[in-house]
Every structure is written in C-alpha cells, then in structure tokens.
C-alpha cells in the first residue's frame, strides 16, 4: 500500500508531467527500498506477518473471500512488499508466491518468515516483464501493489493475463481513483476538491536534478475497466470499502474524516474466462 509523501515534498520538488517506464521503474525501486524500514515500523503491526489486509481502511480476505477458495491454488502476490498475504494464503493451503520489485520490501518478507515460522517463495522482479510461464497461476492478486507505480498499467494487465489459467482471477486494490480529486490530506483540507479527475497526469516527487524518485499513475474508473477489457478480462465486481466504526487509525491519507464521506479504495475482481471447448453445443 503506498505511503503518502510528505507535504513538504510536495511544495518543494513534485511535479505533474509523463514519466517512461524505465523512470517509473527505477523510482519505484529506489524509493521503496529506502522507505522499507519506515514503511513497516510504521505498518508493519497493521499489516501483520500472517494477514492479508486489502486496504487501509481494514478489510481483510478472511472475511471478504474475494479470492474464493484458495486451498490447492496456486496464487501470485504481485508487489507483495513484506508477503504477509502470500504467508496468509499459504496458511490457507495456498501454493502462494511473493514478488516485489523493491529489495528492501523483500528484506523485509525474509525477516517476518524468520518471525512467523511460515515461508513462501520471494522473486525480484518488474510487473511489467513477469518472470514466469504462461498460464502457470490460478490467481493474481496485489493489495496496492505494481499497478499505480507503473507508467502503462495496461501492459501490467496483459502480462497478469499472459500468466493466469484459462479462468483464472486476477483481484488488485489501489487508491480510488477519485481521491485524485483531493489534496492528500487525512484533514479538512483533504476534503476540498482542487484537481481535476480527468488529468491523468502522475504525481512526480523529483531531486534536485530533475530525475524522478516518486511516481504514481492516476486512471479513472473507466480507465482501468478498459484496461481489464483490453486484456481480455471480465470485470466481476468493484468493492468500495466502507470506513468501519471504529476504525480510528489514520494511514497517510486515509482517516474517519474522509472515509465517512467517499471511498478511499477500490477493489477490482476480474475473471479471465475459459475458452469454450470446441464440441461444446451451439445455440
């Protein structure tokens, strides 16, 4: 899940402008793996070693199901960070494996297997470029994870497609996409709307160079039912969390303040359909 950057970053070097992949690529490495002690002091107990939690907002797999049965499945976590949904998913009776591009988030994956007892497969590598056969896994999924960090998350949505069964699933949660609408901001000021929901634009930290250290991508619902469409998806449902009473915990952006008033997360369930058999009866 993606860490808020600091609002005096945001006065002194952040910018909206298009980035490439490779700048996409090298950022989202180079900041995660500086961020990942912070990250995970800071989440790391929400979090858990042994949880799948979908959002801040605190919804957890074990009680939304949106997987289906996993015992006996073989699951990819995409941009996993410390894995603890693969780890879940494995104690689940999953054949779960963890990737993540950042280093230092898989650091840490290893340290919370030396702490839970319980260890998956862990792979470095670009959600851009899978490192895996086709049609190898019956479900991807990512909380937060590769698709607001990559330039063409389009092509992310093809290579999930490339690796999945016939019929398999493919389950991602980001940012709702109309809190690009609003500051980050977990008070009042989050509350105004002062951006245009239609500029697609990323948001681009930059050092003193001009050389981006901080991207995510911004598309609009319709953007990313496209995307799925594109890939050859069918979308199943969008969950929109609701903030839980009492709920008190404020994550960057997310807060009771604004999640009583609009969704700080959606949740995509797509399904990649079987083809139809070549016998089967024609109508």
Same mark, same amino acid.
């Given at each position: 899940?993606?860490?808020?950057?600091?609002?005096?970053?945001?006065?002194?070097?952040?910018?909206?402008?298009?980035?490439?992949?490779?700048?996409? %690529?090298?950022?989202?490495?180079?900041?995660?793996?500086? #961020?990942?002690?912070?990250?995970?002091?800071?989440?790391?107990?929400?979090?858990?070693?042994?949880?799948?939690?979908?959002?801040?907002?605190?919804?957890?797999?074990?009680?939304? %199901?949106?997987?289906?049965?996993?015992?006996?499945?073989?699951?990819?976590?995409?941009?996993?960070?410390?894995?603890?949904?693969?780890? $879940?998913?494995?104690?689940?009776?999953?054949?779960?494996?963890?990737? &993540?591009?950042?280093?230092?988030?898989?650091?840490?994956?290893?340290?919370?297997?030396?702490?839970?007892?319980?260890?998956?497969?862990l792979v470095q590598g &670009?959600?851009?470029a899978l490192p895996f056969?086709?049609?190898?896994?019956?479900?991807?999924?990512?909380?937060?994870?590769?698709?607001?960090?990559?330039?063409?998350?389009?092509?992310?949505?093809?290579?999930?497609?490339?690796?999945?069964?016939?019929?398999?699933?493919?389950?991602?949660?980001?940012?709702?996409?109309?809190?690009?609408?609003? $500051?980050?901001?977990?008070?009042?000021?989050?509350?105004?709307?002062?951006?245009?929901?239609?500029?697609?634009?990323?948001?681009?930290?930059?050092?003193?160079?001009?050389?981006?250290?901080?991207?995510?991508?911004?598309?609009?619902?319709?953007?990313?039912?496209?995307?799925?469409?594109?890939?050859?998806?069918?979308?199943?449902?969008?969950?929109?969390?609701?903030?839980?009473?009492?709920?008190?915990?404020?994550?960057?952006?997310?807060?009771?303040?604004?999640? %009583?008033?609009?969704?700080?997360?959606?949740?995509?369930?797509? #399904?990649?359909?079987?083809?139809?058999?070549?016998?089967?009866?024609?109508?």
């Amino acid at each position: 899940m993606i860490e808020t950057p600091s609002p005096e970053a945001r006065e002194t070097s952040v910018v909206r402008r298009p980035v490439t992949d490779a700048e996409s %690529r090298v950022a989202s490495r180079g900041w995660w793996d500086l #961020d990942a002690d912070d990250y995970q002091a800071e989440h790391g107990a929400f979090l858990g070693d042994l949880d799948f939690v979908w959002c801040p907002e605190g919804l957890r797999e074990a009680d939304a %199901r949106l997987l289906g049965e996993v015992r006996g499945k073989k699951i990819l976590e995409l941009g996993a960070g410390a894995a603890s949904g693969a780890r $879940w998913l494995h104690g689940q009776g999953a054949d779960a494996v963890a990737m &993540d591009l950042s280093a230092g988030m898989l650091r840490h994956a290893r340290q919370a297997a030396r702490r839970s007892g319980v260890r998956v497969p862990l792979v470095q590598g &670009d959600a851009l470029a899978l490192p895996f056969a086709n049609g190898v896994f019956d479900v991807v999924c990512t909380a937060f994870g590769a698709i607001p960090f990559v330039a063409d998350s389009g092509a992310a949505m093809r290579e999930v497609a490339r690796v999945l069964r016939p019929g398999g699933s493919w389950v991602f949660s980001i940012t709702h996409p109309m809190r690009w609408i609003f $500051w980050d901001e977990p008070d009042e000021q989050g509350l105004v709307a002062r951006n245009s929901y239609f500029d697609r634009r990323p948001y681009v930290e930059a050092d003193e160079r001009g050389v981006p250290t901080y991207v995510e991508q911004h598309r609009t619902v319709g953007d990313r039912i496209r995307e799925l469409v594109a890939a050859g998806f069918v979308l199943r449902d969008l969950i929109e969390p609701e903030w839980p009473a009492g709920h008190d915990q404020i994550w960057g952006q997310w807060s009771p303040l604004r999640g %009583r008033l609009f969704p700080g997360t959606a949740i995509f369930v797509a #399904d990649l359909p079987a083809p139809t058999p070549s016998n089967a009866p024609r109508h």
